[in-house]
T-cell receptor, first 112, second 112 residues
Framework: DAEITQSPRHKITETGRQVTLACHQT?????MFWYRQDLGHGLRLIHY???????NKGEVSDGYSVSRSNTEDLPLTLESAASSQTSVYFC???????????FGEGSWLTVV | SQKIEQNSEALNIQEGKTATLTCNYT??????LQWYRQDPGRGPVFLLL?????KEKRKERLKVTFDTTLKQSLFHITASQPADSATYLC???????????FGAGTILRVKS
């Protein structure tokens, strides 16, 4: 079955370190998204991509970057991790607008 | 400012009853509205999508209504079961490519 996978599922890192969260989907979806989820805020969009070489900033993009070199992957990089970036990160993908969005199982990141 | 509000309090109901969850929004004109279920420690799972020109959508025990005049969606689970206990997220699709804006979610607890 096609799926969307995230890694690592759990990570503890130190302030100032660079961290990359991986996201891989096997549906061949053009649209991919990264969200963070914090208590009281719900899911907030960090970055998104509509295809290879396309990346766009979302609502809370400061301190994060993404790259899309192929259809299957959208890695999320925290350039210099901050304690405010402690959160649960969800990757998602969809075929096109108006279609089901599929979420990964999440990556729990703690910045100490 | 743009806002999406869901029942802030947890909803506790008895098994067999109908659960009704509310999603209100301001200053958005969504093309679609979606509902997701999220279990603890898991990613959101798509349930239903309703378009701006649809008043009601049903899927098994689930029913969603969408009133663009009131800027409100209601999500109903009939004949609720303890297995329906989860957090339910409302999301607005605000433009091209499935860019979703999420509410903070409502916790539903169904007691047997």
């Amino acid at each position: 079955d096609a799926e969307i996978t995230q890694s690592p599922r759990h990570k503890i890192t130190e302030t100032g370190r660079q961290v990359t969260l991986a996201c891989h989907q096997t549906w061949n979806h053009n649209n991919m998204f990264w969200y963070r989820q914090d208590l009281g805020h719900g899911l907030r969009l960090i970055h998104y991509s509509y295809g290879v070489q396309d990346t766009n900033k979302g609502e809370v993009s400061d301190g994060y970057s993404v790259s899309r070199s192929n259809t299957e992957d959208l890695p999320l990089t925290l350039e210099s991790a901050a304690s405010s970036q402690t959160s649960v990160y969800f990757c998602a993908s969809s075929e096109s607008s108006g279609n089901t969005i599929y979420f990964g199982e999440g990556s729990w990141l703690t910045v100490v | 400012s743009q806002k999406i509000e869901q029942n802030s309090e947890a909803l506790n109901i008895q098994e067999g009853k109908t659960a009704t969850l509310t999603c209100n929004y301001t200053n958005y004109s969504p093309a679609y509205l979606q509902w997701y279920r999220q279990d603890p420690g898991r990613g959101p799972v798509f349930l239903l999508l309703i378009r701006e020109n649809e008043k009601e959508k049903r899927k098994e025990r689930l029913k969603v209504t969408f009133d663009t005049t009131l800027k409100q969606s209601l999500f109903h689970i009939t004949a609720s079961q303890p297995a329906d206990s989860a957090t339910y997220l409302c999301a607005l699709d605000i433009g091209y490519g499935n860019k979703l804006v999420f509410g903070a979610g409502t916790i539903l607890r169904v007691k047997s």
